[in-house]
């Protein structure tokens, strides 16, 4: 059997990078292989950058200290909790920190693998990190569904990236965007599809907490980014919980109750987040994995573009041919369709079809 280590973006309290981290763990055992999650820790999760405080002055930097050391329980509460359940699902290797050499901590396996989520976004990253192209192992590396996001990358990173990616011996990506720039810089990869949809709904169910559920019927806002203008999201969804008779429910990461929801849920893990966009009769997010799921689970949902890095999700919308389940209005129509049915069965058939082809990549690539 070969053993696979992949790298991916697995820290932090995000419920999608915890759960397409699982997700690529599974689809490795299905093709027959090992997979062994490389545990790196980039600087910018760690406790090191959480008490840095840049180059603020002596008040700022009080004020700074005293503001994180209130914040410091939700933080640890948090790592804990996703922490926990990452290793529950998933094989992880001993931890890589940036002081490491990467070269001798990395295990030794026979593909390498390059995994989805935002791993060769510069932007997200800080930078470029080459921990995620393997810089200084040598082997067979793969990429499966890997994200580059914010395509902006400059001249200098535009080598870089060639000079990194010209060692891979199959490339795929996860937006459409990503294929036409490595086609610019001379290098083919295939679009596949995000390793949550790789798991169909009665597999994730194995994933599920039992912990958070709501009795009554409700919608659910997941918004972990930014976004212009969040008020605009809840005039949304409470057009739709008046004219449905819904709850408005929420995630939060720390003690507060958020003031628009009727129920927050507080420090749900990734298992808590499953359970309650299954049980959800409608789902509004600015998340890509939160409109990944939507779709995978055949939600009733909308979704709202976040700030950044947005390509992610107009590329799964267009995809799936699901355009139309972008908001893009600031005020709420006294018309609007909100209750607009999706085509799932039409859906479901590229869905398969996608799947297919992504283990068919990953056969080919790795076996």
Same mark, same amino acid.
Not at 29 to 55: D, Q
């Given at each position: 059997m070969k053993r696979v280590a992949f790298i991916t973006i697995h820290v932090g309290a995000n419920f999608g990078s915890v759960l397409q981290t699982i997700a690529t763990s599974e689809v490795i055992k299905r093709i027959g292989a090992e997979p062994l999650c490389v545990n790196y820790t980039p600087e910018r999760v760690t406790m090191k950058k959480f008490w840095s405080f840049g180059h603020a002055n002596l008040i700022k930097k009080a004020l700074l200290f005293f503001w994180k050391l209130y914040a410091l329980p939700n933080k640890l509460l948090n790592n804990r909790s996703y922490g926990g359940y990452l =290793? =529950?699902?998933? #094989? &992880?290797?001993?931890?890589? @920190? $940036? %002081? /490491? *050499?990467?070269a001798e %901590?990395?295990? %030794? +396996? /026979?593909? @390498?693998?390059?995994?989805? /989520?935002?791993?060769? *976004? $510069? =932007?997200h990253n800080e930078g470029l990190d080459t921990h995620y192209f393997f810089e200084g192992i040598v082997g067979k590396k793969v990429s499966f569904a890997s994200s580059i996001g914010y395509l902006d990358i400059g001249? =200098? *990173?535009?080598?870089? @990236? %060639?000079?990194? &990616? #010209?060692? @891979?011996? +199959?490339? #795929?990506?996860?937006e459409d965007s990503a294929v036409a720039l490595l086609h610019e810089l001379g290098l083919n990869a295939e679009q596949l599809l995000d390793p949550i949809f790789m798991l169909d709904k009665e597999e994730w169910v194995d994933f599920v907490s039992k912990n958070k559920s709501i009795e009554e019927p409700y919608i659910l806002i997941y918004t972990p980014y930014n976004t212009v203008d969040k008020s605009v999201i809840f005039n949304h969804a409470r057009f739709i919980a008046k004219k449905e008779g819904l709850k408005i429910v929420t995630f939060s990461w720390t003690y507060y109750k958020d003031k628009d929801a009727d129920k927050t849920i507080r420090f749900a893990n990734p298992g808590d987040f499953l359970n309650l966009i299954m049980g959800a009769e409608y789902v509004i997010t600015n998340s890509f994995h939160g409109t990944a799921f939507s779709i995978n689970l055949n939600k009733k949902f909308w979704v709202f573009l976040p700030s950044g890095f947005s390509s992610r999700i107009t590329s799964v919308l267009s995809k799936f041919g699901l355009a139309e389940r972008l908001v893009e209005e600031y005020k709420v129509s006294d018309n609007w369709d909100y209750n607009k049915s999706i085509d799932y069965k039409a859906v479901n058939l590229v869905l398969k079809k996608e799947r297919e082809n992504s283990f068919a990549f990953l056969e080919k690539a790795i076996l």
């Amino acid at each position: 059997m070969k053993r696979v280590a992949f790298i991916t973006i697995h820290v932090g309290a995000n419920f999608g990078s915890v759960l397409q981290t699982i997700a690529t763990s599974e689809v490795i055992k299905r093709i027959g292989a090992e997979p062994l999650c490389v545990n790196y820790t980039p600087e910018r999760v760690t406790m090191k950058k959480f008490w840095s405080f840049g180059h603020a002055n002596l008040i700022k930097k009080a004020l700074l200290f005293f503001w994180k050391l209130y914040a410091l329980p939700n933080k640890l509460l948090n790592n804990r909790s996703y922490g926990g359940y990452l =290793k =529950k699902h998933c #094989s &992880l290797s001993s931890p890589i @920190y $940036i %002081k /490491d *050499n990467f070269a001798e %901590k990395c295990p %030794k +396996a /026979d593909v @390498y693998m390059t995994g989805s /989520d935002q791993v060769w *976004n $510069i =932007k997200h990253n800080e930078g470029l990190d080459t921990h995620y192209f393997f810089e200084g192992i040598v082997g067979k590396k793969v990429s499966f569904a890997s994200s580059i996001g914010y395509l902006d990358i400059g001249e =200098k *990173n535009r080598e870089e @990236y %060639k000079r990194f &990616l #010209s060692e @891979y011996s +199959a490339l #795929s990506v996860r937006e459409d965007s990503a294929v036409a720039l490595l086609h610019e810089l001379g290098l083919n990869a295939e679009q596949l599809l995000d390793p949550i949809f790789m798991l169909d709904k009665e597999e994730w169910v194995d994933f599920v907490s039992k912990n958070k559920s709501i009795e009554e019927p409700y919608i659910l806002i997941y918004t972990p980014y930014n976004t212009v203008d969040k008020s605009v999201i809840f005039n949304h969804a409470r057009f739709i919980a008046k004219k449905e008779g819904l709850k408005i429910v929420t995630f939060s990461w720390t003690y507060y109750k958020d003031k628009d929801a009727d129920k927050t849920i507080r420090f749900a893990n990734p298992g808590d987040f499953l359970n309650l966009i299954m049980g959800a009769e409608y789902v509004i997010t600015n998340s890509f994995h939160g409109t990944a799921f939507s779709i995978n689970l055949n939600k009733k949902f909308w979704v709202f573009l976040p700030s950044g890095f947005s390509s992610r999700i107009t590329s799964v919308l267009s995809k799936f041919g699901l355009a139309e389940r972008l908001v893009e209005e600031y005020k709420v129509s006294d018309n609007w369709d909100y209750n607009k049915s999706i085509d799932y069965k039409a859906v479901n058939l590229v869905l398969k079809k996608e799947r297919e082809n992504s283990f068919a990549f990953l056969e080919k690539a790795i076996l």
